[in-house]
């Protein structure tokens, strides 16, 4: 339960924090939003994947590697946010073609990470804290996403 209250108040934090990242392209600001939720995803994780002293010597650097090669990724979508804030009004056919290639790309590529690294994990974890990992990870991410979704205004052609 105490697991739980925490993960509510994390989330709530990370909600909170969110609308304000997506009007803002202040690219040091994000940068620092981007840590702030990173270290309450890890938080998270931990407080909720149950590891053992053991489990988590091992777990804590693979996860690392993960957390780092998911940022590459984040890198390209905090720069398509900060692009996509200079045109969201004024946006031309072939800015709104490039925008939706490089997101299903920085989609595509999310879960090449997530399948890259499942075997490491699945070496470190027994199966079922490796489900339970990536649930809480899929849980923290829809949440970021429902933020930047409800902060960054439908796209509207040029006229």
């Not at 890259?116 to 079922?128: A, C, D, I």
């Not at 899929?138 to 970021?144: A, C, L, R, S």
Request: negative net charge; hydrophobic residues 45%; without cysteine.
């Amino acid at each position: 339960m105490r697991v739980q209250k925490m993960f509510v108040l994390m989330v709530t934090i990370l909600i909170a924090a969110l609308p304000a990242a997506a009007q803002v392209s202040d690219t040091d600001y994000l940068q620092q939003l981007r840590a702030d939720i990173q270290t309450d995803r890890q938080a998270l994780v931990a407080g909720s994947l149950g590891l053992t002293e053991e489990e988590g010597e091992a777990f804590w650097p693979v996860y690392r590697d993960y957390r780092n090669d998911m940022a590459k990724v984040g890198d390209r979508m905090q720069t398509l946010i900060q692009d996509y804030a200079q045109i969201w009004d004024t946006a031309t056919e072939e800015q709104a073609k490039t925008m939706v290639n490089e997101m299903l790309a920085i989609q595509r590529d999310e879960l090449k990470v997530r399948k890259s690294h499942l075997s490491k994990f699945r070496r470190v974890l027994p199966e079922v804290k490796v489900a339970r990992f990536l649930q809480i990870e899929n849980k923290i991410d829809v949440i970021v996403k429902l933020g930047l979704a409800d902060a960054i205004p439908l796209i509207e052609a040029a006229e």
